[in-house]
């Protein structure tokens, strides 16, 4: 059953044509991503759906009774409560519901008979009532709440916490889970993942996977895609193209795509380019005969339905090279620990790089992953512990602030600052590589979008020619074009990498060892991102035999084993003695009952007073 159709929307903004022809249909418990280039109109195609915008034509219908939760990418949401009671708010209704039930069971308490038509009729709501209470999660709120609070990373210290004072991510987090608790028909969600460590974004891919409810959301994360999805809607070019499967099966069927209608273009070009030389061929004899053939054949040639050539956006083109090689040790860490007041952020992190090493460190959000490498960039101190560089290291950084950009400068001034020396046609050509043209140099880099930043950060780096690379959360805001350019450039890149990142796709492209950052140290896996996953679960396979195999015991538990064996087995002796000892008494006593019983039954019993005075003493003990 469809939930929601789309037909034909277009909307435009000025002379800027955003979305043109969207046509398709949401059904009942699918799972849809939305993808294409940043300025594809995926956000608006959004806003479109949940009413914030009008379509310029075209229509939206929605099935009876839908409910719609939606949660932007950019949002203004505060709120003068804590996390825990706005969240309680989404159970408003079962509290009513709740109060109303006690009411009720007040009322049917002062009646005396139940056959009573208003005791019926209270009843009867009464029951209605609760069935709409436990629909409505009175019965396991508490649970609910915490279940997801925990899976989006807070701590139950945290539940407390005023909303006013949470960053921006957490924020975005409290929101999140108000829509899941919320559970609405369909839920929107634009980039959900940007603000989530690695542990909750594999919890929420898990929790969306298995929620029941329709689901439609924009995403650069080809893993969460991937493991969520069932159906993928690709915005391109202001249109839309619809694949059944996850987001890899959309690679290969959106690649056969181009490849076919290139096909198709080709073969009808060449049929039109055919067409017209005969057209003119004809109309070179120049007689009535041929002249109409001409004008038959240009008629054909109007009705033709013309096959579009496959869009062909822009691609980012990224190159980093060396400018003069490292030597062979880059970078050794020992003991290194932060503490800010009281709090210790991470200590004992311990690990060294070597010439072509390619590392990723991961962890929760907040264990201290881009204060490490601002420690390694010397922009943070240590409190304690050291950092030794080798012969020849440059270094390249890559800040996920992006606070090293002046807001003021143009995006031509940002990079003449960091290259005096370079001309403005080769910076012009470098801008070029990651789609700066024309006008687009002259913008300050205070209007830039997230992703437009990054790729000005990319230039300065590309430019830098450094031989170790520092990268925190390098794919923030890039879309997934760029972020396999980017990938590209990185698996070619002759340097050192250390990254932070929470892309596990382009983990397992670029890393091949894995630092886990704890709050005891760091964890070493030599692999890329999928072996550590691999390795985890063995772990945990390992852990949980582990669990179940018998714990060797010592001489002496044994020792003491047996003895406890004995007295149980000497205390069950005695107990059985007893029990025996009891059966053989009542035995006596029914034998002696059923003996009494026979006598009192025989009327010449009743002549002799004594003998029913000692039958009733007797018939009296042994009951």
Known sequence: MALLTCNNLKKSFGKDIILENISFHINESSKTGIVGPNGAGKTTLFRLLIGEYLPDSGEIHKSHGLTMGYLPQNHNFDSSSDIWNELLDVYAPAFKIKSRLRDIEKDMGRFTSMDNPDYIMLANEYAILLERFEKEGGYDFESRIKGILNGLGFTEHQYKQPIAQLSGGQKTRVLLAKLLLQRPSLLLLDEPTNCLDLNAIEWLEQYLASYEKTVMLISHDRYFLDNVCNSIIEIEDGRNYIYNGNYSNYQRRRAERIIDQQKKFDKQQAEISRQKAIIERYRSFN?????????????????????????????????????????????????????????????????????????????????????????????????????????????????????????????????????????????????????????????????????????????????????????????????????????????????????????????????????????????????????????????????????????????????????????????????????????????????????????????????????????????????
């Not at 070597?354 to 943070?380: C, E, Q, W």
């Not at 430019?463 to 990268?471: G, P, Q, V």
Request: glycine share 6%; hydrophobic share 35%; no cysteine.
């Open 287 to 623: 007689r009535e005969k041929s002249l109409r053939a001409a004008k038959s054949r240009e008629k054909m040639l109007g009705r033709i339905e013309l096959v579009d050539r496959p869009y062909d956006h822009d691609i980012a083109n990224i190159d980093f090279s060396i400018e003069r090689e490292s030597g062979y040790k880059v970078l050794e860490i020992k003991d290194l620990s932060k503490t800010f007041g009281d709090n210790v952020l991470f200590k004992d992190v311990s690990f060294s790089l070597h010439k072509g090493d390619r590392v990723a460190i991961i962890g929760p959000n907040g264990v201290g992953k881009s204060t490490l490498l601002k420690i390694i960039m010397g922009i943070h101190k240590p409190s304690s512990g050291s950092i030794k560089f080798g012969a020849g290291v440059s270094i390249g950084y890559y800040d996920q602030d992006q606070s090293s950009l002046g807001d003021e400068n143009t995006v031509l001034e940002e990079i003449w600052e960091s290259f005096p020396n370079l001309t403005q046609t080769q910076i012009r050509n470098a801008l070029a590589s990651l789609l700066f043209t024309g006008d687009d140099v002259f913008k300050t880099i205070n209007l830039l979008s997230g992703g437009e930043r990054g790729k000005v950060l990319l230039t300065k780096l590309a430019l830098s020619k450094d031989n170790f690379l520092i990268l925190d959360e390098p794919t923030n805001h890039l879309d997934l074009d760029s972020k396999e350019q980017l990938e590209y450039a990185l698996k070619n890149y002759p340097g050192t990498m250390l990254i932070v990142s929470h892309d596990r796709y382009f983990l397992d492209k670029t890393a091949n060892r894995i630092l886990v950052l704890e709050d005891g140290g760091i964890t070493e896996y030599l692999g890329n991102y999928k072996y550590y996953v691999d390795k985890k679960q063995d772990q945990l396979k390992q852990a949980k035999l582990d669990a179940e195999k018998p714990v060797a015991k010592s001489k002496t538990q044994i020792q003491r084993e047996r003895q406890m064996k004995r007295e149980r087995q000497k205390k069950n002796a005695k107990v059985n003695e007893k029990i025996q000892a009891l059966e053989k008494s009542i035995h006596e006593l029914e034998s002696l009952l059923k003996e009494l019983e026979t006598n009192m039954a025989d009327p010449s019993f009743y002549t002799n007073s004594s003998n029913i005075k000692d039958a009733k003493i007797q018939y009296a003990q042994s009951q």
